[in-house]
């Protein structure tokens, strides 16, 4: 019943328009050298997932056609999927980038960290990732989080100052104002860099396939021995699934997210193909981190207490 | 499902972005404006919903507190109040849109800057029952020296006034000649009531009376522009590109974002602060050469000459540069808790370039519940606004605020802790002219440009 009374043009048809996919990768590409510029030791979180796959494209196109003035830093949970590993080394190996790995498994093994009873070794990241960032004098850490992943999340700054204890205090952080990143710290306070911050989890998936990105296979559709926990499909592994009430069963599924195996879920899905995929992302009714990660189920605000403590 | 083929339909065929921020006091109900916008949009996928309706129950409350869908932290969910600026994502079948959720108290000012400071619309919430107070006056105020292109005046709570049209009238009227004095271009106000959703997404059943836009109508047709002509041409250097390789052994190209207009394949340039000339040998858009670049790519520039160019350094058009000075006058927002004081030394970060300075002078502090002036307040504190003369130790091509978002605006930096102090915006404060009150003092320098 209600009509407006001023009808207004769209102007995407401006030939001084950039596409949404444009806008993003601009801004991060922007971001990418401004910690170039600024920081003396930043470092990539890689972990192989879409997001830090996306991270290291974005920066290869920033500094091209010289090379990323960068290493990488992979924080190995030890319950690994093969194909991300396998993944891992290839990229590498391919760009001659150098890459730090720290290692949960030998964080419990010297006895430095305990195992949680339920077998989850994403909490436990904390404390290799925060040391291997003082070790070796990281003062920019990129990440690939996105604002839209959670609620805590929401409120990240795509600068963020930590302290000597990586710690993150959301009540505390630095106004962000126009694209004014302020990266200023102390001796031995990071900052968390986060280029992909205004990206959506479909921002990603389309610009994976614009760009003809190459990923890790548990991304698309494949059949697997899974078991049912806590509503998820989970993969059977060496880290302590399935109990024996926990019937596995072979099912045709992909993997939304890649993290640790005990806790990252997999979707029923027949998707094979990037175009599949999108197709069943912007259909989908569960957020990324609701339909496939445990950790974050633990409490309301399990994101913001891991953040604080210095998680990602 | 339909809902889910419309939204399949609309995530992938919005190819426009569009970024804007909310403003309003505690109890105007932004954040359930908000909430009801992703809801009504179907931006809210089942399991937030669903962790929505479990806290909401938790609570003891009836219905999902739509609220909850943006306060994430801990604090804000006990206090029912947000605190920090959040970031949402949505999208219909016309636009996408990232949503800088502001909160509305007093002592968050510095956060609905943070906010209107990359936003291209700020929507002002008003409570129907309340009309136009001075928290509206404030936003409005902020969405006019940040210059948000455009403003929409949601007036909210509607159904509490029985909808009748002249309460909307009243408040519109009032809203519009006040924001209209400040300079503000485009003001479109909207009667809604975000509990019902009156407006919001879907038009309303109680307003037969009124034929505008419903918010989110408004928000996927308001023209964003793109006319870039005009515009004065800027390119802040960010990182030299050297790859000294055998396949690239003499590549230097300067990797930066142009900040403004277009730059072209053989246009003449010079180097700001240093004066040097040269022409644009070849721009690269990350990888692919290309004859013309525009705001905001990120792009790099290869000159025909080489000569001394680094991280910090401003490329315009030979025949549009802009001054360069040691001296800038800008009005401030205050973000830090410590204060900002006359003689201070401080850090000033324009663009690429960060340079030592001195705050030689605070002439004047605003009083933004009714724009009053006043003269000599020797410091600002956390969330005030007020003109400064600063003293850089190195000249900064510095472009009016009104020109230029991007290359007229600054921070102040703490150099003892890296503290960001201020958000700086060169040039005249507001964009219209305004009688100076009486009081103020004879020295012209001193008082506001209104």
Same mark, same amino acid.
């Given at each position: 019943?209600?009509?407006?009374?001023?009808?207004?043009t769209?102007?995407?048809? &401006?030939?001084?328009?950039?596409?949404?996919?444009?806008?993003?990768?601009?801004?991060?590409?922007?971001?990418?050298?401004?910690?170039?510029?600024?920081?003396e030791?930043?470092?990539?979180?890689?972990?192989?997932?879409?997001?830090?796959?996306?991270?290291?494209?974005?920066?290869?196109?920033?500094?091209?056609?010289?090379?990323?003035?960068?290493?990488?830093?992979?924080?190995?949970?030890?319950?690994?999927?093969?194909?991300?590993?396998?993944?891992?080394?290839?990229?590498?190996?391919?760009?001659?980038?150098?890459?730090?790995?720290?290692?949960?498994?030998e964080?419990?093994?010297?006895?430095?960290?305990?195992?949680?009873p339920?077998?989850?070794?994403?909490?436990?990241?904390?404390?290799?990732?925060?040391?291997?960032?003082?070790?070796?004098?990281?003062?920019?850490?990129?990440?690939?989080?996105?604002?839209?992943?959670?609620?805590?999340?929401?409120?990240?700054?795509?600068f963020?100052?930590?302290?000597?204890?990586?710690?993150?205090?959301?009540?505390r952080?630095?106004?962000?104002?126009?694209?004014?990143?302020?990266?200023?710290?102390?001796?031995?306070?990071?900052?968390?860099?986060?280029?992909?911050?205004?990206?959506?989890?479909?921002?990603?998936?389309?610009?994976?396939?614009?760009?003809?990105?190459?990923?890790?296979?548990?991304?698309?559709?494949?059949?697997?021995?899974v078991?049912?926990?806590?509503?998820?499909?989970?993969?059977?592994?060496?880290?302590?699934?399935?109990?024996?009430?926990?019937?596995?069963?072979?099912?045709?599924?992909?993997?939304?997210?890649?993290?640790?195996?005990?806790?990252?879920?997999?979707?029923?899905?027949?998707?094979?193909?990037?175009?599949?995929?999108?197709?069943?992302?912007?259909?989908?009714?569960?957020?990324?981190?609701?339909?496939?990660?445990?950790?974050?189920?633990? &409490?309301?605000?399990?994101?913001?207490?891991?953040?604080?403590?210095?998680?990602? | 499902?339909?809902?889910?083929?419309?939204?399949l339909?609309?995530?992938?065929? =919005?190819?426009? @972005?569009?970024?804007f921020?909310?403003?309003?006091?505690?109890?105007?109900?932004?954040?359930?404006?908000?909430?009801?916008?992703? *809801?009504?949009?179907?931006?809210?996928?089942?399991?937030?919903?669903?962790?929505?309706? +479990?806290?909401?129950?938790?609570?003891?409350?009836?219905?999902?507190?739509?609220?909850?869908?943006?306060?994430?932290?801990?604090?804000?969910?006990?206090?029912?109040?947000?605190? !920090?600026? =959040?970031?949402?994502?949505?999208?219909?079948?016309?636009?996408?849109?990232?949503?800088?959720?502001?909160?509305?108290?007093?002592?968050?000012?510095?956060?609905?800057?943070?906010?209107?400071?990359?936003?291209?619309?700020?929507?002002?919430?008003?409570?129907?029952?309340?009309?136009?107070?001075?928290?509206?006056?404030?936003?409005?105020?902020?969405?006019?020296l940040?210059?948000?292109?455009?403003?929409?005046?949601?007036?909210n709570?509607?159904? $509490?006034?029985?909808y009748?049209?002249?309460?909307?009238?009243?408040i519109?009227?009032?809203?519009?000649a006040?924001?209209?004095?400040?300079?503000?271009?485009?003001?479109?106000?909207?009667?809604?009531?975000?509990?019902?959703?009156?407006?919001?997404?879907?038009?309303?059943? +109680?307003?037969?009376?009124?034929?505008g836009?419903?918010? @989110?109508?408004?928000?996927?047709?308001?023209?964003?522009?793109?006319? $870039?002509?005009?515009?004065?041409?800027r390119?802040?250097?960010?990182?030299v590109?050297?790859?000294?390789? =055998?396949? *690239?052994?003499?590549?230097?190209?300067?990797?930066?974002?142009?900040?403004?207009?277009?730059?072209?394949?053989?246009?003449?340039?010079?180097?700001?602060?240093?004066?040097?000339?040269?022409?644009?040998?070849?721009?690269?858009?990350?990888?692919?050469?290309?004859?013309?670049?525009?705001?905001?790519?990120?792009?790099?520039?290869? $000159?025909?000459?080489?000569?001394?160019v680094?991280?910090?350094?401003?490329?315009?058009?030979?025949?549009?540069?802009?001054?360069?000075?040691?001296?800038?006058?800008?009005?401030?927002?205050h973000?830090?808790?410590?204060?900002?004081?006359v003689?201070?030394?401080?850090?000033?970060?324009?663009?690429?370039?960060?340079?030592?300075?001195?705050?030689?002078?605070i002439?004047?502090?605003?009083t933004?519940?009714? @724009?009053?002036?006043?003269?000599?307040?020797?410091?600002?504190?956390?969330?005030?606004?007020?003109?400064?003369?600063?003293?850089?130790?190195?000249?900064?091509?510095?472009?009016?605020?009104? *020109?230029?978002?991007?290359?007229?605006?600054?921070?102040?930096?703490?150099?003892?802790?890296?503290?960001?102090?201020a958000?700086?915006?060169?040039?005249?404060?507001?964009?219209?002219?305004?009688?100076?009150?009486a009081?103020?003092?004879?020295d !012209?320098d001193?008082?506001w440009?209104?």
């Amino acid at each position: 019943m209600t009509t407006s009374v001023n009808v207004v043009t769209e102007t995407s048809d &401006s030939p001084y328009a950039l596409t949404h996919l444009d806008a993003l990768e601009s801004e991060a590409v922007h971001i990418f050298r401004e910690v170039a510029g600024e920081f003396e030791r930043p470092v990539i979180l890689f972990s192989g997932g879409k997001d830090s796959i996306v991270m290291l494209h974005l920066a290869l196109k920033a500094f091209a056609p010289a090379a990323i003035p960068f290493s990488l830093l992979h924080v190995d949970t030890g319950h690994n999927f093969p194909e991300v590993i396998e993944y891992r080394d290839r990229t590498v190996a391919e760009h001659g980038l150098r890459l730090h790995v720290a290692s949960v498994q030998e964080y419990i093994d010297a006895g430095k960290l305990r195992e949680r009873p339920d077998g989850t070794r994403n909490p436990l990241q904390t404390v290799p990732l925060t040391e291997a960032i003082q070790q070796h004098r990281f003062d920019a850490v990129f990440g690939g989080g996105r604002r839209d992943e959670e609620k805590a999340r929401a409120k990240e700054r795509v600068f963020s100052l930590r302290d000597e204890f990586s710690q993150w205090d959301p009540r505390r952080q630095r106004p962000e104002l126009w694209q004014l990143y302020n990266g200023r710290h102390a001796p031995g306070e990071h900052v968390r860099v986060f280029p992909l911050s205004n990206w959506t989890e479909l921002d990603v998936w389309q610009y994976i396939q614009r760009e003809q990105i190459e990923l890790p296979e548990i991304y698309f559709a494949h059949e697997r021995d899974v078991f049912a926990r806590s509503g998820m499909w989970l993969t059977a592994g060496e880290w302590g699934g399935p109990k024996d009430t926990e019937p596995v069963e072979k099912r045709l599924i992909r993997y939304r997210t890649v993290g640790d195996m005990s806790c990252t879920g997999a979707v029923d899905s027949e998707a094979t193909t990037l175009d599949a995929v999108i197709a069943e992302i912007a259909a989908s009714r569960l957020t990324e981190r609701g339909a496939t990660r445990a950790d974050d189920k633990l &409490s309301e605000a399990a994101m913001e207490d891991r953040k604080r403590e210095g998680y990602f | 499902m339909t809902s889910t083929t419309e939204q399949l339909t609309a995530q992938l065929s =919005a190819t426009t @972005l569009l970024r804007f921020a909310t403003a309003g006091s505690v109890d105007d109900g932004k954040s359930t404006l908000v909430g009801r916008l992703l *809801h009504d949009s179907k931006s809210v996928l089942a399991d937030q919903l669903e962790a929505v309706e +479990h806290a909401s129950r938790s609570r003891g409350q009836e219905a999902p507190d739509l609220a909850l869908l943006t306060d994430g932290l801990r604090a804000e969910r006990e206090q029912g109040i947000t605190i !920090d600026v =959040a970031y949402r994502y949505f999208a219909t079948p016309r636009r996408r849109f990232i949503l800088a959720d502001t909160p509305g108290h007093v002592q968050y000012t510095r956060n609905m800057v943070t906010g209107a400071s990359t936003a291209e619309l700020t929507v002002v919430l008003v409570d129907a029952r309340n009309g136009v107070v001075e928290q509206t006056r404030r936003h409005a105020a902020i969405a006019a020296l940040l210059r948000v292109p455009h403003v929409v005046l949601a007036v909210n709570k509607m159904d $509490l006034v029985d909808y009748a049209e002249p309460v909307f009238a009243k408040i519109a009227e009032e809203f519009t000649a006040y924001a209209s004095e400040l300079g503000v271009p485009e003001i479109t106000a909207i009667p809604i009531s975000a509990l019902v959703g009156d407006n919001v997404v879907d038009p309303s059943a +109680h307003m037969d009376w009124y034929g505008g836009p419903t918010v @989110l109508e408004h928000l996927e047709t308001v023209p964003v522009s793109h006319d $870039l002509t005009s515009c004065h041409a800027r390119f802040p250097v960010q990182y030299v590109i050297r790859p000294q390789t =055998a396949e *690239h052994p003499d590549y230097r190209g300067y990797a930066g974002q142009i900040a403004a207009g277009t730059f072209r394949v053989g246009e003449s340039v010079t180097v700001l602060p240093s004066g040097r000339t040269s022409k644009i040998a070849g721009i690269d858009l990350l990888g692919t050469p290309v004859d013309v670049a525009w705001t905001p790519q990120s792009v790099t520039l290869l $000159l025909e000459d080489d000569i001394d160019v680094s991280r910090g350094d401003l490329v315009v058009p030979s025949d549009d540069a802009p001054a360069t000075s040691q001296d800038v006058e800008a009005t401030v927002c205050h973000v830090a808790d410590q204060p900002l004081t006359v003689g201070q030394r401080v850090l000033l970060k324009h663009t690429t370039r960060t340079v030592k300075a001195i705050v030689k002078d605070i002439p004047s502090k605003l009083t933004l519940d009714d @724009l009053s002036q006043h003269p000599a307040p020797g410091q600002l504190v956390a969330n005030d606004i007020g003109r400064v003369k600063v003293r850089t130790a190195e000249p900064l091509a510095l472009d009016s605020y009104a *020109h230029s978002r991007r290359t007229g605006s600054f921070l102040l930096i703490d150099p003892a802790d890296g503290t960001t102090l201020a958000a700086g915006m060169a040039g005249d404060a507001f964009a219209t002219a305004k009688a100076a009150p009486a009081e103020q003092s004879a020295d !012209d320098d001193a008082a506001w440009d209104f």
